[in-house]
C-alpha cells in the first residue's frame, strides 16, 4: 500500500527524514476526485486516458517508501503566454531553439530549461544534480498556470536553476518518456495528469513524482517552492536512502509492467473475451445520455466501435440489438451536444456534465480523426442521415482549421482564449460561448410567417438552448468565466421547434444554417485560441484513416483527394527513406513552410502503427497499390524495430534506447487506442494483401502476449478485442476485378462501402498493376465476366460465384 502522510506531519520532523516520511498529500491528478464538486471538474488537470473500470489499478507492489507528491489546485485562470510577443523578453533560455510550440512557451521563463537530451543528462552527471523533469503538452490549462505562477517566478526560477538540471517535455513529441515517468507516478500516486512533475537521478530514475504544484504553501499543503528546498535538503543528506527507494520502485514496475506470452499458451477465446467485454460496457453505461460512467464523460470511439463491430457478428441477439443502441444513442446525443461546436464543427475533447452540455473546449486532431470514423460507421449500420453529416461536419473543421497547406494537420486547438472584450486573462471558451444580448443584437430579423412575430434570434435561442443569464450551471463554472454565457445545445428537434413557431421544417433548417453562418462570422473577429501547429506522424496517421474512409462510405472524390495529399506529406516529411525511419513530428514555420529540428524524433511504435493502418484504408479507398507497396515497408520496418521476440508484442519506443528505463506494452486503449491493438489488425489485413503467413502468425502471438489483460479486463482493450473478433471470424476477401478509373468497378465499389463489414479486406485485381498478384497467385485465376467489373468474395480460401450487379454483391455481402 502506497503511504501517504499530511505535510504537517512531514514538516514536524527533523531535517534529516527518512524518505518514508517525506510524503506529501496525494492529490489524485487524472480523475480530479479531490475536488469537492462535479463542476470543478471543468478544470481539471490535463487528463490522461479515459480512467480504467475499478479494479484496474496499476498493477504494482510498491516496495518502500513509494513517493509522491502533488498540491492542491489553485483557483486561478491560464494566462496562456502562447504567441510572439512585442516587447522585449526579460529572459531566454535555450528551449528558444526548440520548435515545439509547448517548450517555446516555456522560452522565456527564468528557468535554465533544457530539452530532453545527452547535454542535460551529462550535465546532471558532471555536477552530480538531480534533475526536474516537468512535462506537459502546450493546450494543457494546468500546464500554462504552473508556467504563470512558478516557472515564471524569479525565486523560484533561481531555486530550480541552482539546484536541479532542469529538463522541459513536451509529451507529444516524447510520448516514450511521458509514459515512462507517468507510470511511476501513477503507480505511487494512484492517479496522473498533466503538468507531471518529477524529480530524478542523473541516471535518470525516478524518485519522487507529482503533477501540479501551486507555487507556496496552500491550505496546508506544500507548494513548489517547499518541496523544492526540502528534495535539496534530502538529496545532500539522505541521498542514499533516496537512490534505494528509487532503485526498487523501478524493479517493482520493470515487473509490474511486463506483457509476454506464457510457453504454450494460445489464444483467448475470441466469443467469451467479447461477450465479456460488452457486459462490462453494458455495467458503465449512462442510459439517459449516453456514454461510459459520469463526468467528466469522454467520447470514447473505440468502445463505440467495438459496440459497432460486436453487433455485426450479432444482430439477430438482444445482446447485439443492445450494442448498436448503445453506440448510437451515445452518437446521436454527443451530436446533439455543447461537446460538438454547432458554429464552427468538430468536437471538443470531454464534457464536464454527463449531459455533453459543458465542454472542456480543447480540440485534439486524434479525437476529431476517430470520431469522424465512428459516426460514418454509424451512418453506415443506421443509414440516418444526421451520422454522415456529422462526420462531414468533423472534416470540414479540420480542412479549414486544423489543416497545413502542404497536407499535413495541426496537433490541437486550446481552450483558452482572451474575450472579445479584451483584458489581461484568456478565459475557457471565450471564443465559443455566447450572451442572450450577443444572439439577439447579431439577428434581429423577423421571420416571415412565424407566430408572434418571432426573430430569428426567438428560433436560435428556443432551439439551442440560450437564456437571458446564461446556460451553464454555477457548479459547472466554478471560476465564474461562464457567468452569462451559453454553451450552444440541440434542445428541440426541428419538428418541434418548427412547431413551437409554426412553421415548417424547411424553414426553420433555413433559419438555423443562416444564423450559425452568421455567428461563425463573429467568431472570426474573436481574439483566437492557441493553435498548436506541431504534426505528429502518428495523428496524421489516424486522420488520414479518416479522410479515406468517410470519402469512400459517401463517393466524395475531394475528400478522398484531401486523403492522398495527406498520405503524400507523410511520405515527404514524416518518413526518411535513406534511414527507413518514420520521423516523429514536423513543425510549421513562419512562413508556412514545413520545418524539422537539426536532430529529428525517430518515430515510436504508434506513429508506424497508425500510419500502416491509414495506409491500408487509403489503399482500399483509392486502390491504388503504391499505398499498400509502403504499408508493406513500414511493417517490415516496425517488425525490425519493434518486436519482442521473447515475449510477443511490441515494445511502446525503441529498446535499444538507454535513456527509456522501462520497455513498455501499452495495454489500454484509452483517448488513442493502444498501438498493440492497431498492429493486431494491421499484421491480420496485410496477410491477406500480402501472402506473408509469418504475419498472421505475429498477430496471434501479440494477442496472446495480452491474454491476460483481455480476458480479466476487456473494457480496457475494446480495439483488441475488435482484433481477437476478426481473427475468429476471419477476414474476408473482396476482390474486384476491372479498371479503377471504371464506371462499373466504381459501381461494385459503391455497393461494398454502404455497409459496414469490420471483417473484410478489398482489394482490386487490375491486370496493369502487378503488385497484389505477384503476392497472391490465386488472383489470376479471377477475371471479368463478359467484359464488365466482377466482385468475388472469398472465406477461408473458398470463393463465391462471379457477380457482377451491384445489389447482388450487398445482398451477398448482407447475407454472408
Not at 507510470?183 to 505511487?188: G, I, L, M, R, S
Not at 440516418?384 to 494537420?409: M, Q, W
Amino acid at each position: 500500500m502506497m503511504l501517504a502522510l499530511t505535510w504537517r506531519r512531514s514538516a514536524s520532523r527533523s531535517s534529516r527524514i527518512e524518505p518514508a516520511r517525506f510524503l506529501a498529500a496525494v492529490v489524485s491528478g487524472a480523475d480530479c476526485s479531490h475536488l469537492s464538486t462535479r463542476g470543478n471538474r471543468r478544470r481539471c488537470l490535463g487528463q490522461i486516458n479515459p480512467p480504467p473500470p475499478q479494479g484496474d489499478k496499476p498493477r504494482i507492489l510498491h516496495p518502500q517508501p513509494a513517493w509522491s507528491l502533488s498540491s492542491s489546485l489553485s483557483m486561478s485562470m491560464a494566462s496562456g503566454g502562447e504567441g510572439p510577443s512585442s516587447t522585449p523578453h526579460k529572459h531566454t533560455n535555450r528551449l528558444a531553439d526548440e520548435r515545439s510550440p509547448y517548450l517555446l512557451q516555456h522560452a522565456h521563463n527564468p528557468v535554465d530549461w533544457y530539452p530532453w537530451g545527452q547535454d542535460a543528462f551529462d550535465k546532471a552527471k558532471n555536477e552530480d544534480k538531480p534533475i526536474f523533469l516537468s512535462v506537459g503538452y502546450s493546450t494543457c490549462h494546468w500546464c500554462h498556470v504552473m508556467e504563470r505562477e512558478s516557472f515564471e517566478d524569479e525565486e523560484i526560477g533561481k531555486i530550480l536553476s541552482d539546484n536541479f538540471v532542469c529538463i522541459k517535455v513536451d509529451r507529444e513529441e516524447r510520448p516514450d518518456v511521458d509514459k515512462v515517468y507517468m507510470t511511476f507516478v501513477q503507480a505511487t500516486h494512484g492517479g496522473g495528469g498533466w503538468p507531471m512533475s518529477v524529480w530524478l537521478t542523473p541516471e535518470l530514475k525516478p524518485f519522487i513524482g507529482g503533477t501540479y504544484f501551486s507555487p507556496r504553501d496552500h491550505r496546508g499543503r506544500p507548494g513548489l517552492k517547499t518541496v523544492l528546498n526540502r528534495i535539496t535538503e534530502q538529496w545532500q543528506n539522505n541521498r542514499p536512502a533516496l537512490e534505494s527507494s528509487g532503485e526498487k520502485i523501478l524493479e517493482a514496475l520493470k515487473k509490474g509492467t511486463a506483457v509476454a506470452a506464457n510457453p504454450g499458451e494460445s489464444l483467448p477465446l475470441a466469443l467469451d473475451v467479447a461477450n465479456h467485454c460488452f457486459q462490462q460496457l453494458v455495467q458503465s453505461y449512462e442510459e439517459e445520455y449516453g456514454g461510459f460512467k459520469v463526468a467528466p464523460k469522454f467520447p470514447t470511439p473505440v468502445n463505440l466501435m467495438f459496440l459497432m463491430s460486436y453487433w455485426s457478428v450479432n444482430r439477430s441477439t438482444s445482446e447485439g440489438v443492445e450494442a448498436l443502441q448503445m453506440a448510437l444513442h451515445t452518437l446521436r446525443m454527443m451530436a446533439l451536444g455543447g461537446i460538438h461546436d454547432h458554429v464552427a464543427q468538430g468536437f471538443h475533447r470531454y464534457s464536464t456534465d454527463s449531459s455533453w452540455h459543458v465542454p472542456h473546449f480543447e480540440k485534439m486532431l486524434y479525437d476529431q480523426a476517430q470520431l469522424a470514423v465512428a459516426y460514418i460507421t454509424a451512418s453506415q449500420v443506421s443509414g440516418e442521415p444526421l451520422f454522415a453529416d456529422v462526420a462531414k461536419d468533423i472534416l470540414l473543421y479540420v480542412s479549414r482549421d486544423l489543416s497545413h497547406e502542404s497536407g499535413g494537420f495541426y496537433s490541437a486547438e486550446d481552450a483558452d482564449s482572451v474575450p472579445a472584450s479584451g483584458g489581461p486573462n484568456k478565459r475557457e471558451g471565450a471564443f465559443c460561448v455566447w450572451t442572450a444580448s450577443e444572439v439577439r443584437e447579431l439577428l434581429p430579423d423577423v421571420v416571415e410567417g412565424a407566430t408572434a412575430a418571432a426573430t430569428q434570434a426567438d428560433i436560435v435561442m428556443h432551439h439551442y438552448g440560450v437564456k437571458e443569464l446564461g446556460n451553464v450551471a454555477p457548479e459547472q463554472d466554478p471560476h465564474g468565466e461562464l457567468q452569462g454565457q451559453n454553451v450552444l445545445i440541440v434542445r428541440y428537434s426541428v419538428e418541434l421547434t418548427a412547431a413551437r413557431f409554426g412553421i415548417g421544417v424547411e424553414k426553420v433548417n433555413e433559419v438555423l444554417a443562416s444564423a450559425r453562418a452568421k455567428l461563425a462570422e463573429v467568431r472570426e473577429s474573436r481574439p483566437r485560441p492557441h493553435l498548436d501547429t506541431k504534426m505528429l506522424a502518428s495523428w496524421n496517421g489516424l486522420m488520414l484513416s479518416a479522410y479515406a474512409r468517410v470519402g469512400a462510405v459517401l463517393g466524395d472524390n475531394s475528400l478522398l483527394e484531401r486523403a492522398v495529399q495527406a498520405g503524400n506529406f507523410l511520405k515527404e516529411h514524416l518518413w526518411d527513406a535513406e534511414r527507413e525511419t518514420v520521423l516523429r513530428s514536423c513543425y510549421r514555420g513562419d512562413q508556412m513552410e514545413v520545418q524539422q529540428i537539426t536532430r529529428p524524433i525517430s518515430g515510436f511504435l504508434s506513429h508506424y502503427a497508425f500510419i500502416i493502418s491509414g495506409l491500408l484504408d487509403l489503399y482500399e479507398a483509392t486502390l491504388q497499390s503504391e499505398w499498400l507497396q509502403w504499408a508493406e515497408e513500414l511493417q517490415l520496418r516496425q517488425d525490425t524495430l519493434f518486436w519482442d521476440h521473447q515475449g510477443g508484442g511490441y515494445f511502446c519506443s525503441d529498446p535499444s534506447d538507454g535513456t527509456v528505463l522501462l520497455q513498455l506494452k501499452e495495454d489500454q486503449d484509452g483517448a488513442e487506442p493502444s498501438a498493440n491493438s492497431v498492429s493486431a489488425s494491421n499484421l491480420l489485413r496485410l496477410s491477406h494483401y500480402t501472402g506473408r503467413e509469418e504475419w498472421l502468425q505475429k498477430s496471434q502471438r501479440l494477442l496472446t502476449a495480452f491474454s491476460e489483460r483481455l480476458t480479466k479486463i476487456p473494457i480496457a482493450l475494446p480495439e483488441m478485442v475488435r482484433s481477437l473478433m476478426a481473427q475468429h471470424y476471419t477476414l474476408k476477401q473482396i476482390v474486384i476485378c476491372g479498371r479503377r478509373d471504371a464506371s462499373d468497378t466504381a459501381s461494385l465499389l459503391a455497393a461494398v462501402n454502404s455497409l459496414f463489414l469490420p471483417h473484410k479486406v478489398l482489394m482490386l485485381n487490375d491486370s496493369s498493376d502487378g503488385f497484389l498478384s505477384r503476392r497472391l497467385p490465386a488472383l489470376s485465376s479471377m477475371s471479368q465476366q463478359s467484359g464488365v467489373a466482377t466482385a468475388y468474395v472469398c472465406q477461408d480460401f473458398s470463393c463465391s460465384l462471379p457477380v457482377t450487379d451491384p445489389e447482388d454483391l450487398r445482398r451477398l455481402l448482407l447475407d454472408a
